[in-house]
Structure formats: structure tokens, C-alpha cells
């Protein structure tokens, strides 16, 4: 069974920056393709980020691409998420997901394709 606890959220004025983190255990994780999914109030869950299990591909929500960066340390068994240029509407809980790839180097960004999930960390942008 794969636990996964993220860290990082807090609250933060509008411009500025955040990193998220999301310690992985229970598995081999470089057997695992990460991603972000983020839920804000009276709205669905989106994706956010993905990354493939050695860093090879990412993929971003045209809404955060050129803000938010995900990248993976291996040795550590954590994925991160560097939030830059924060703006209100990226008020929401982050999740944390994963899903068993083994040796491929895919992208998932649907929520249906992953199998686990964090407990979520709250990001709050003020003005």
C-alpha cells in the first residue's frame, strides 16, 4: 500500500510563491508517475501537474504552466510543486496522486487513471 503526505500549503499574498511537498512510502517509488490535482470551494477537482516516474515528461494545466513547476528527487521519495506568481483563484486544497507504472514513462493527468491519494495540503492566495 502507497502512502502518500504532502506539506508545503499556507497562506500567501497574491504574487507570491509556495513549494509543496508530498512524501511517498509503502513502494518502490520510481516505479510511480506523480501528479498535482487541486479542489477549490463549490468547484471539481483539476489537474494541476504530472511528472513520469524518472522526470523524463511533465505536463501542466494550461492555467499553471508558466507558474508551477513539478519535479521529483527519487533518492527522497517525494514529488514537489514550486507555486510561483501565486493569484486567488489558486486558492484550493492540493492532492497528491500516484499510480503504478512500472517502466514506462507516461504522463497521467485524468483523476480516474490515478490509484492513490494524499489527504490534501490548503493553499490560501489573499490579495
Known amino acids: 500500500q502507497v502512502q502518500l503526505v504532502e506539506s508545503g500549503g499556507g497562506l500567501v499574498q497574491a504574487g507570491g510563491s509556495l513549494r509543496l511537498s508530498c512524501a511517498h512510502s509503502?513502494?518502490?517509488?520510481?516505479?510511480?508517475?506523480m501528479g498535482w490535482f487541486r479542489q477549490a470551494p463549490g468547484k471539481e477537482r483539476e489537474f494541476v501537474a504530472g511528472?513520469?516516474?524518472?522526470?523524463?515528461?511533465?505536463k501542466y494545466a494550461d492555467s499553471v504552466s508558466r507558474r508551477f513547476t513539478i519535479s521529483r528527487d527519487n533518492a527522497k521519495n517525494t514529488v514537489y510543486l514550486q507555486l510561483n506568481d501565486l493569484k486567488p483563484e489558486d486558492t484550493a486544497v492540493y492532492y497528491c496522486?500516484?499510480?503504478?507504472?512500472?517502466?514506462?514513462?507516461?504522463?497521467?493527468?485524468?483523476?480516474?487513471?490515478?490509484?492513490?491519494w494524499g489527504q490534501g495540503t490548503q493553499v490560501t492566495v489573499s490579495l
Open positions: 509503502g513502494r518502490t517509488f520510481s516505479n510511480y508517475a
Open positions: 496522486t500516484a499510480v503504478f507504472t512500472y517502466f514506462n514513462e507516461e504522463v497521467y493527468y485524468t483523476a480516474n487513471q490515478f490509484e492513490y
Open positions: 511528472i513520469s516516474r524518472t522526470s523524463k515528461s511533465t
